[in-house]
């Protein structure tokens, strides 16, 4: 009984830790008001004081009949040049996981609002401390609807945010961990 109690308690720690790993922050690009060139949103100001890490989501929310997103190499980023994306959404509702350190640049591909500063770099740091590095160095889950980023611009590491934190949605181990429970405890009582 004493020994089913200790692979308890490990159980637990061992799935707290992968649990404070196992989700990212959840980013509304532009917050409140979107993915538009209403409102003269500076969405560089938006993103420069955030902290973005691998695992983090980025969400495009916009009018798909006025809108897109695409994503461009540095160098269409800076010329607003559209010919060819990386990658393109039209949904009006784009979640994009991150899975890759550097920046990754974002631009409307509809002519003249990416010149009129629709546009944003996500900036993704590397990780200060080992724990933060091997809940990155998991292995990402294939992409659905979502995309992943595959192409990045290497970056030094950034200083500790000075900004709140974002909100997050956490996809814990929680039902895991009272299955696992559950069935531990079951066996213990037979």
């Known amino acids: 009984m004493a020994m089913m109690m200790e692979r308890v308690i490990v159980l637990l720690i061992v799935m707290s830790g992968l649990q404070s790993g196992s989700h990212g922050a959840v980013y509304k690009v532009g917050d409140s008001a979107g993915w538009t060139i209403i409102g003269n949103v500076d969405y560089n100001s938006w993103a420069s004081p955030k902290t973005f890490h691998v695992g983090d989501t980025i969400i495009f929310e916009y009018n798909e009949e006025f809108h897109n ?3 461009v190499t540095h160098a269409m980023y800076r010329t607003c040049n559209t010919s060819a994306p990386l990658e393109s959404y ?6 994009i996981k991150i899975t890759k350190y550097g920046h990754h640049f974002f631009i409307c ?6 010149q009129a500063g629709q546009k944003v770099d996500i ?3 590397r990780p200060n401390n080992v724990t933060q590095q091997a809940a990155s160095q998991a292995p990402a889950p ?3 609807s979502s995309s992943a980023f595959a192409y990045s611009v290497p970056v030094a590491p950034a200083p500790a945010p000075s900004q709140a934190a974002p909100s997050t949605t956490k996809t814990g181990l929680v039902p895991f961990l009272v299955s696992a ?4 405890a079951g066996y213990t009582t037979a």
Do not use: E, Q, T, W
Not at 90 to 95: I, L
Not at 109 to 114: K, L
Not at 181 to 184: A, E, K, P, S, T
């Open 69 to 71: 997103v695409m994503r």
């Open 90 to 95: 039209a949904s009006g509702n784009d979640s």
């Open 109 to 114: 591909g509809v002519p003249g609002h990416c």
């Open 123 to 125: 900036n993704v740091h």
């Open 142 to 144: 294939a992409p659905s």
């Open 181 to 184: 429970l559950l069935l531990i």
